[in-house]
């Protein structure tokens, strides 16, 4: 999955303890933040950076697909051919980088929704907890 903004990659990776390779790290430092725009009221605490800078989510998200086609384009020279990309329901991150690795065409992955008629799983589910709790 490319990475989607700095604060949720930064909480996972620490979580995991997962080293981050020093080029990445400074990649990311330099466009993770921009200029906040400032009421006068919020530039009482200048000293502290979370008032001054935000994360620019949109390039770290940028710099997530291009990393992710860089490192899937390595791989398929050494030979994988195998790929598993997660979504976690953004989907939009991983189509840009099946459009740029040229996997699919632009705009083929998306399509207009059609209506669907779905049952309910409720009654089911009450059917087998009945069935369990007898």
Known sequence: ???????????????????????????????????LSLSPARLVRPADSRFALQHD????????????VKMMRAL??????GYHLCTLNLE?????????????????????????RVRPLLPAVSLVVALCRS
């Not at 903004?5 to 390779?21: D, K, V």
């Not at 989510?57 to 992710?68: C, E, F, P, T």
């Not at 189509?95 to 207009?112: G, I, N, Q, S, Y």
């Open 1 to 35: 999955m490319p990475i989607q903004n700095y604060l949720s990659f930064r909480r996972m990776t620490n979580l995991c303890g997962t080293h981050i390779p020093d080029d990445i790290m400074a990649d990311l430092e330099r466009i993770q933040v921009r200029p």
């Open 92 to 116: 939009k991150s991983v189509t840009r980088v099946l459009e740029l690795l040229e996997w699919v065409e632009p705009d083929a992955t998306r399509h207009k929704p059609r209506l669907q």
């Open 57 to 68: 989510d949109a390039a770290v998200k940028d710099y997530g697909v291009r990393l992710s």
């Open 76 to 81: 398929f020279e050494k030979g994988v051919r």
